[in-house]
Nanobody, 125 residues
Framework: QEQLVESGGGLVAAGGSLRLSCAAS????????MGWFRQAPGKEREFVAV????????YYTRAVRGRFTISRDNANKMVHLQMNNLRHVDTEHYYC??????????????????WGQGTQVTVPS
């Protein structure tokens, strides 16, 4: 059974850190692409970060570059998102996603085959 399950969300003060984790099973753990997206109420889901291949290449949206780090633990079929210096604007629901084939449009939600249910990150203003 292909499944992605996120954890690690919560409430954190501005400037603080959180580490999100995504546990994958079956074909949901895809070597080519695994990524994180986020979505605020009433807004479209947006790309945050993606890790390609065995973990040597990462891409980030500009808003989180330098603050967030995506990594993967292939032995345990997990992907992590370390989020530092969190801001109120980072308050969103965060989703893990995977795709079995690389695409240059890794920022599009439509390109991903598997999704988790998400985990909420809240940074009060």
């Amino acid at each position: 059974q292909e499944q992605l399950v996120e954890s690690g969300g919560g409430l954190v003060a501005a400037g603080g850190s959180l580490r999100l984790s995504c546990a994958a099973s079956g074909r949901a753990f895809s070597v080519p692409l695994m990524g994180w997206f986020r979505q605020a109420p009433g807004k479209e889901r947006e790309f945050v970060a993606v890790i390609r291949g065995p973990g040597t290449v990462q891409y980030y949206t500009r808003a989180v570059r330098g603050r967030f780090t995506i990594s993967r633990d292939n032995a345990n079929k997990m992907v992590h998102l370390q989020m530092n210096n969190l801001r109120h604007v980072d308050t969103e629901h965060y989703y893990c996603a995977s795709r079995p084939v690389f695409t240059v449009r890794y920022d599009l939600t439509s390109r991903y085959a598997y999704w988790g249910q998400g985990t909420q990150v809240t940074v009060p203003s």
